[in-house]
């Protein structure tokens, strides 16, 4: 079962933005709106930070926003902060009824 | 706010059985929605282990489904992972996690570690 590919690192200056892409096939991400994304900090569990591509949980910073065109995902950090430096997985539902989450990608603030 | 933690040996010998449970609080889960396992090896990624739903009907990663059983007991608001003939590839930190349905895990337990040597 193989993983969505996302670049394995991005950074960003504060107050800059950045994009993180995820990318599957017409069986996941461009088949469906059913790309999530969580926020991993080290040593902690995941946190949701955005589901159904575009749909921000409560709580999750405005800064965060979602976004797909085919079979890329992507997660935009508007404003970066030093709390955004962590590791980011994109998760998507797949055909066979199964999910998968991407490579993952560390993000640093400069 | 829904509350699961995991539990269960931190040591499995390999070939034998892993076994954990997530006890869910503050919400009973043959209300709704799915519940699944999530694991990640040490310094490594996300991987999706499978997941079931409230009324009992599971999904399974294919790469693990000949070896994995998940299973609900609504009795005592908790479910289970049991992963047979283990060895070091499944050393990994484990989380249980409440799936809205579709992929998008909302509420996770802190992870439990567990290694798989002799």
């Known amino acids: 079962q193989s993983a969505l590919t996302q670049p394995a690192s991005v950074s960003g200056s504060p107050g800059q933005s950045i994009t993180i892409s995820c990318t599957g096939t017409?069986?996941?991400?461009?088949?469906?709106?059913?790309v999530s994304w969580y926020q991993q900090h080290p040593d902690k569990a995941p946190k949701l930070v955005m589901y159904e591509v575009t749909n921000r949980p409560s709580g999750v910073s405005t800064r965060f926003s979602g976004s797909k065109s085919g079979n890329t995902a992507s997660l935009t950090i508007s404003g970066l902060q030093a709390e955004d430096e962590a590791d980011y997985y994109c998760n998507s539902f797949r055909s066979s009824g199964t999910l998968v989450f991407g490579t993952g990608t560390k993000v640093t603030v400069l | 706010q829904v509350h699961l933690q995991e539990s269960g040996p931190g040591l499995v010998r390999p070939s034998e059985t892993l076994s954990l449970t997530c006890i869910v609080s503050?919400?009973?889960?043959?209300?709704?929605?799915?519940w699944g396992w999530i694991r990640q090896p040490p310094g490594k990624g996300l991987e999706w282990i499978g997941s079931i739903s409230h009324s009992g009907t599971t999904y399974y990663n294919l790469s693990l489904k000949s070896r994995l059983t998940i299973s609900l007991d609504t009795s005592r608001n908790q479910f289970s992972l049991r992963l047979n003939s283990v060895t070091a590839a499944d050393t990994a930190v484990y989380y249980c996690?409440?799936?809205?349905?579709?992929?998008?895990?909302?509420?996770w337990g802190q992870g439990t570690l567990v290694t798989v040597s002799s």
């Open positions: 996690a409440r799936d809205r349905g579709f992929g998008f895990q909302d509420y």
């Open positions: 017409t069986s996941d991400v461009g088949g469906y709106n059913y």
């Open positions: 503050d919400y009973s889960i043959n209300s709704g929605y799915y």
